[in-house]
Each structure stands twice: as C-alpha cells, then as structure tokens.
C-alpha cells in the first residue's frame, strides 16, 4: 500500500498536535517532511528526529515499512 | 542479537570514523548511503566502511543499536552522529568540521569549504 503525504503529516501530528508539519511528496514512496515543534528545543538532531521517527511507528524503512525514503528535517521554533 | 551488539560496540570503538551504509564506499548501493560516502570522500576523511546489505542481521542489528530506523548511519569516535538528513544538514552549516576537530578527526577544511561554496 502506496502511503500518502497526508497520512505521515497525520501521523506526526498525533504526536505533536502543535507543530508545523510540512510534508512534500507524492510517489507513495519518497517523502520530505519538515517539522517545527517547541518540544525539540534543547535535544540534538538525532533526538528530535527518533522522536519523529517514533511517531511514524515503524513505517519507516524495514520489511514492512512503506515509507522507503523520508528526508527529515527537523527544529524547535525561532 | 547481543552478538550482533557486540560486534558493532567493537567496530565503532576500534575505528574513529564507520559508515554504516548500503553497499561499500567504491560502490554505494544507494543514494543516501552514496551521498554521505561521498562528502567524507571528498573530505578526505579516512573511514571504515560496513556493508550492511552483507549481513542481514547487521542490517537489523544497526537500527536497534541506535535506536534509528535508517541507513546510512555515521559513527565518530563510537558516537552516533546521524544519517542522511543530518549529516548533510552539518556539512552545510560547519558543524561536521567542528566535530571532526573536536574529535580529532583529519579532514581536508577546503574541500568542505568548497562543498559549501558549491550548495550555497
């Protein structure tokens, strides 16, 4: 099953109801998604992106994961 | 699996620099894995390469270990530092060349100073 760019931006809003979510892409495959939440000021990149990772519940890559590619970038708010 | 642990704990402790990736530094077999090989190529930066397309529970055994669901993986002085997204992020803004400098790293400074000149 092919993924859309709505279903990942609904995903991460489930755990981050107040971020901006932007989500590019429409392959059903290759994904770029930007996510600015006020929960990742002071974590690194790599903790804030686990935290968006986790929030995808393993469709991120593996056998079953649909999502081959998703580039991430992530920020807390100016 | 704890094998599998183990293996990787003594891979990026004994080796400054591993890559994790698809397929090997000659020949990545993907294009983030090609794209991270070929910044610390073009760096100059010595690093181990690890096939993870080899070895199916290396495949698993890297994402659990991180706690991170894709490759490439970057390892520095038995840290992760980051995949794809990241690794290019700190490449662009300068921080890639802080860290090789904090750790010690050899890199060449112009050659990351031309991949900058070249995305800006």
């Known amino acids: 099953m092919a993924i859309l760019a709505t279903d990942i931006e609904a995903l991460i809003r489930e755990t981050f109801p107040d971020a901006q ?9 290759h994904f770029a998604a930007h996510v600015v939440d006020e929960s990742f000021r002071g974590k690194n990149r790599v903790q804030q992106q686990r935290a968006v990772y986790a929030a995808l519940k ?9 999502l081959h590619a998703l580039a991430l970038t992530t920020k807390a708010p100016d | 699996m704890t094998d599998v642990k183990t293996q990787i704990e003594e891979t990026v402790k004994a080796n ?27 760096m100059g930066v010595p690093f181990t390469d690890v096939n993870v397309l080899a070895d199916d529970s290396l495949r698993q055994g890297i994402k659990d270990y ?11 002085k038995g ?19 802080t860290l ?12 990351a100073d031309k991949i900058r000149e070249a995305n800006a």
Request: with cysteine.
């Open chain 1, 21 to 29: 979510i932007k989500v590019q892409g429409d392959d059903g495959a």
């Open chain 2, 16 to 42: 400054d620099v591993v890559l994790y990736m698809k397929g090997t530094k000659e020949m990545p077999q993907c294009g983030f894995s090609s794209r991270v090989a070929g910044v610390l190529n073009f």
């Open chain 2, 100 to 111: 090789f400098a904090e750790k010690n790293v050899t890199f060449d400074k112009a050659a």
């Open chain 2, 66 to 76: 991180s706690d991170w669901p894709t490759v490439p993986q970057l390892y520095v």
């Open chain 2, 79 to 97: 840290e992760f530092v980051g995949g794809c997204d990241i690794i290019t992020e700190m490449t662009l803004s300068g921080e890639l060349d």
């Open chain 1, 58 to 66: 393993g469709k991120m890559d593996g056998p079953a994961g649909e």
